[in-house]
Each structure stands twice: as structure tokens, then as C-alpha cells.
């Protein structure tokens, strides 16, 4: 059993809760059962190693021998454990699992291929909650790919993960890509591009006219300053939310998933 939290195996894993340690290994965390259990269900050859709890493993006797069969799973104390999570209650269980973004250009050329084409495009998104809601909103809505551009968090950062709550395995996600040659490679693939923005029309008039059941890429930009006016130009247009109540806007997240699902529906008639 790993006991100790300055053993090797553990300092390496724990390693990976910097975004440095992940850039250069292709490595990230999974921490507690659901994100293992995604893992093991859909994406399980990315699985490299398993740390468990004695305790973890009686409650999920199940999930454990379904991860073994990809990865060696170690015993490890409580404290070794904590050592390794990002979080201050990791559940018991820590996985690391391989990275894997997908090229631009296969992200864009499969989404196009799909049945309801659908993209995000996230433009220098900071925040983590954020990014991990969007891909698990984006991934709830059919979407296909999620484009996290250049200068935006790293989607595998532990707090991303968790938030997607399984969805990054699910979608293919390209990482690192200028936001104008994400633009240009969607509508190259003949995507239309639509950008959220106070600026833009009503959202609801774009449903109106058809234009959300079209193949479509959204751009989302960063939570503080939007879009910038020459992102924006990139666009074919700009949307925005109404709003009916008297907040004064909403965030990001919210908002993305708002577009989200009006294109989902309108794809799909509903």
C-alpha cells in the first residue's frame, strides 16, 4: 500500500494539479467514482493508473474491477490519497488518465458529418467552472466538438474535469487553436458562426427565421470583456439573450447553454 505522501508514485501524481506537470506528461487527474466510471465506460484505453482507498474499494468493488481490466489499480492510505486530489474529500479514489485533445481540424470535420452539427467555440475563457459547465452543457445538447482557444484555461485543469462531470470524454476537444482559425475551419466545413453578444439580435428572432437550425459553430468569449470587435467581425452574426426579468445579464455559462439548446431544438424542430 502507498502510505506515505512523499513517495514517488504519489508526488508524481500529485504533480499533475499544475498546469505545467500536465502540459509535459499528456497526463491528467480524475478524482471520485462518477469521473472514473465515465472514464471506464467510454474512454478507458486513456486510463494509465488507478489509486484507491481500502474503504473505496468495498463501496465500489464493481467500478474497481472494470478499471483494472485497463490500468493498475494501487492501494493507498488516506493520507497518500489526499496528497494526490486536487479537492479536500477526493472520495477515495484518484485516477491519471492520458489527454486527448483531437486536431482542429478533425474536430471541425466530424461535427460537420453529424447529424445536428454543433460546435462551441470558447474564445479566452478563464474560468474553470465555467469551461466544465459549457462542455458538459455543449455535450448535453448534442454538440459534437468543444474548441477551447489559445490564451483560455486547460480543460484537463482538475476543477474543469470535475465539472464536466464526465463530459470530457464524450465530445471531441481541441485545445490551443488561434479563435480566427477555429472560426475559418467551421465555416470552411460550412458552419455557420454565430456569436453571442449583447450587440447582436434577439436570439429568439434568429430562431424565428431559421437561422439556429442551420449547422452551426458558437463563439463564446472571455467572461469579463466578451468579444472583442474584431473577433466579433469574424462571426456571420451576433445574439443575444433577452432578457425578460430585471438581472442585469448572465454569465457566461448560463448563457452558452441557453444558445446551446435553442440551436439543439431548432436542429431538431422541437
Known sequence: MLDSPRAPRVREA??????????????????????????VRWQPAQLVDVFVTDAARE???????????????????????AAIADTVHPQGIVAVAKQAPVRLEDAIA?????EHPLVAILHEVRD???????????DAA??????????SVDPYAPKVVRSTTGSLFHVDIAVGAATIDAVEAAAAAGLSVLAADVSGDDL?????????ARPTAWLFGNEARGLDAATLALADRAARLPVYGRAESL????AASVCLYQSAFAQRDV
Open 14 to 39: 500529485a504533480r499533475l494539479q499544475q498546469r505545467a506537470a500536465r502540459s509535459s506528461t499528456g497526463l491528467f487527474l480524475l478524482e471520485g467514482p462518477a469521473a472514473l466510471d465515465e472514464a
Open 204 to 212: 429568439t428572432v434568429l430562431r424565428a427565421e431559421g437561422a439556429l
Open 142 to 151: 448534442g454538440a459534437s466538438a468543444v474548441i477551447v482557444t489559445a490564451n
Open 110 to 114: 466530424r461535427a460537420a458529418a453529424a
Open 251 to 254: 454569465n457566461l455559462a448560463t
Open 59 to 81: 463501496r465500489h468493488a464493481d467500478l474497481i474491477d472494470r478499471a483494472a481490466q485497463h490500468a493498475p489499480v494501487t492501494a493507498a492510505s488516506e493520507r497518500a490519497l
Open 128 to 138: 474553470p467552472g465555467n469551461l466544465g459547465t459549457i462542455l458538459r452543457a455543449a
